[in-house]
């Protein structure tokens, strides 16, 4: 964590090991730095320290390995990296780029898909997936790629009231905006198929990160990703029936990389498909100016659109800036996220607890 009152006339003398002691959420590398900032930290100390009062509730998660991804992360007790290492999860398949080991934008010039989970037989997804229900996850897959589905499981749940296809159609457009880790893990979107079991799924992916000789390109998820056992059930269920990632011209679940901002190329994704559904993982709102033309769009297109963030604080200044900006309400307050990812993010700015899609709200 850095000192909040970083370049504020004079340079930090060290760590922020100082913290607010209202609030215990913002640190400081001196009694002189914290002085200088005490009026910008006025506004938001009350409210940060409401926040701070949910830290049990965000680290709680029903896993044995709890304390160690959560607490221990955070206090920099242990890393990610050593954390994955542990499990044998380190710089592999869906987990490769669940640490600071592998640079991402590299990655996205080469993009490569993974088939794999690279987990052992007695982790492998096969074991669940007969049985498509939301209590059958491992904790070894939502550790990793199985956020994305997870977050579009849960956000068609909460918006179900507002998608008029739910229950008429066997089809679901979803407006996927902003991707990124995602892109290298696209097999996974595959579980949506024991999510939506008979629905067939259309997800636009659209984002600067796509790689430009990726763009306009469509990929059909036939079956789900697979063990790194080549005995396994799994591969024999494969030949079957289900047909591995970019070869199923049937899938139930088809991808389309877009490479650009969605208020940019908006009109000529809608041509071919208006979506039901938008769903914005980790935004940033508040953090880039860019997000205003396509939240004013969205609200224009009256369509339910679903953003996450980090943190309840970050949801808090999207919102504001939406509301402030361009006077737009909410159909969906700030919630926690059911399905947030259980291991802490690293280096955050604040001392709040910070995961990968922790908090949802919605326009």
Known sequence: MECAGKGRGTRCVGPAKR????CGAVG????????SHRSAHKEECARLEQQMKHADALNAFPFTYCQEATIEICEKLVSRCSFLSKRGIHQVGMWMYECKCQSLSNSFKDLSFHNSWDLLRMLCPCRELCRPSVSNIRPSKWLGGLLQPMLIYHAIQITSARISTIGTSKELRVHYVGPEKELLQLPAFGELQALFPGMRMHIELVGPAVPEHRDGETIKVGGYAQCSDTDCDCKSTSSQGSKSLDTAYDSAVILQLRRGCYHDIYRNISEESFPHLIV??????AAYSSWLPTIELIHEMNVPAVFSDYCEEACHLATRCINTVAGISFSLPIQLNPFRQPMAVEDNALLLPCYSNCFLFGI
């Not at 913290?19 to 209202?22: H, T």
């Not at 400081?28 to 002085?35: D, G, K, M, P």
């Open 19 to 22: 913290r607010c002691a209202r």
């Open 28 to 35: 400081y590398c001196s009694v002189t730095h914290q002085i």
């Open 280 to 285: 914005a993982p980790n935004a940033g709102i």
